[in-house]
């Protein structure tokens, strides 16, 4: 085991009117609140708010990097390893790093979460690159070249699939 010790020396203060924001859809976002060079490395950290039945991420997991999920309001479904869990407000659900997971709002359901990437890995441009793919600025298949930088490694999982109602274009 070893010792991770954060390289940061001040108290870092987030205000809800300064976090950068993105929209996925028209009642889904991600609220970027703290990146790992505000923390020392110590954490990422973001607001996660899901529409009804909104999928967040798809199935993926991280080499270095354990991630919690703290449900603040509504159900989520998460893909915990080969399980997938119903989790309410309250609810906390935290995978090792290596192991697969996603997440998503539970059919019928909102879900806002607090998640926390620890140690943490300079994830918010990821999610402006996620941002750029979604509006057609560069294609899905650009996530491959950057997976090792952001220390997010794609898979598939037919437990989940089975779990997420079918994707409607």
């Known amino acids: 085991m070893s010792l991770f010790i954060p390289d940061f020396d001040d108290s870092v203060v987030v ?3 300064g976090a950068e924001e993105i929209h996925y859809g028209t009642d889904s976002s991600l609220r970027l609140l703290a990146d790992s060079s505000t923390t020392g490395r110590f954490l990422s950290t973001m607001r996660v708010s899901l529409g009804e039945g909104a999928d967040g991420a798809r199935p993926h997991h991280h080499g270095d990097s354990a991630e919690m999920f703290y449900v603040i309001d509504g159900t989520a479904q998460l893909l915990a390893g080969d399980k997938v869990v119903t989790a309410e407000a309250g609810d906390l659900v935290v995978v090792p790093p290596g192991q697969q997971h996603a997440f998503a709002a539970a059919p019928g359901e909102s879900a806002e979460m607090l998640v926390v990437i620890t140690p943490g890995v ?4 990821y999610f402006r690159h ?3 793919i979604r509006l057609g600025e560069l294609p899905p298949e650009s996530l491959l070249a950057v997976q090792e930088l952001y220390d997010t490694y794609f898979g598939t999982s037919t437990v989940w699939e089975e779990a997420r109602p079918p994707r409607t274009q």
């Not at 300079?122 to 441009?125: K, S, V, Y």
């Open 15 to 17: 205000r809800a009117a």
């Open 122 to 125: 300079e994830r918010f441009e």
């Open 130 to 132: 996620l941002e750029r």
